[in-house]
């Protein structure tokens, strides 16, 4: 599979758990970005990796949220203590290259439900 | 404020009827603009960005600075045009500001 990878694609958690969700971006992508989508809005920018550091973390809504990413591998979004608003499909995206031309390739999201 | 509007959240017309997906943005100097594109069970996409000047499907979408527009058209539109459309504006930290979307739905 050559696409974006994200897991797990759904998830229904209760109020106050943990959650983490995972995205493997295309091989070879530098950037890596989380978006959110909530029901009928818009994507809101999350976080945006270069590599694994974060030159835009302005979108994390919280302290609550909190990204990592290994190298230019693997990314993890985590959601402590999970409210209902934290309800959303969270999507991810790489682009490859230093200079980010906006060519976003984006994985099918993972939808989280919290009860 | 760097913001992208999509006045309307869903556009419907006939088949063979032009199309016109209504995109504004704010940014100060100069923008760099696209259109993303998620047709039904498949991931958001690219549609064109406004740097190439391209046409892709039909579509084109011209960079008014004067009026801050990024409008997307198309002269005719097909059934398998409907989707949901997002115009997206490039911040000065390099991510990718999305509009609220259009869902654009063609009838037969």
């Known amino acids: 599979g050559a696409g974006v990878s994200q897991s797990p694609s759904n998830k229904v958690t209760e109020k106050g758990k943990d959650v983490e969700l995972r995205c493997d971006p295309i091989?070879?992508?530098?950037?890596l970005y989380w978006y959110r989508q909530r029901l009928g809005q818009g994507l809101e920018f999350l976080i945006y990796?270069?590599?694994?550091?974060?030159?835009?973390k302005s979108g994390l809504p919280s302290d609550r949220f909190s990204a990592e990413r290994t190298g230019e591998s693997v990314s993890t979004l985590t959601i402590q203590r999970t409210q209902q608003e934290d309800s959303a499909v969270y999507l991810c995206a790489s682009s490859k290259g230093r200079k980010n031309t906006g060519e976003l390739f984006f994985g099918e999201g993972s939808r989280l439900t919290v009860l | 404020a760097q913001r992208v509007t999509q006045p309307e959240k869903l556009l419907s017309v006939f088949k063979g009827a032009p199309v016109e997906l209504k995109c504004n943005y704010s940014?100060?100097?100069?923008?760099?603009l696209f259109w993303y594109v998620q047709y039904s069970r498949q991931r958001l996409q690219l549609l064109l960005r406004h740097i190439s000047r391209e046409s892709i499907k039909g579509f084109t979408a011209d960079l008014n600075k004067g009026e801050t527009s990024f409008h997307l058209k198309k002269p005719f539109a097909q059934e398998e045009d409907s989707a949901m459309y997002y115009c997206?504006?490039?911040?000065?930290?390099?991510?990718?500001?999305f509009g609220q979307g259009t869902t654009l739905q063609v009838k037969p």
């Open positions: 997206a504006l490039k911040s000065n930290t390099g991510k990718l500001i």
């Open positions: 990796f270069q590599g694994n550091s974060a030159p835009d």
């Open positions: 940014y100060s100097g100069s923008p760099e």
């Open positions: 091989s070879g992508h530098t950037a």
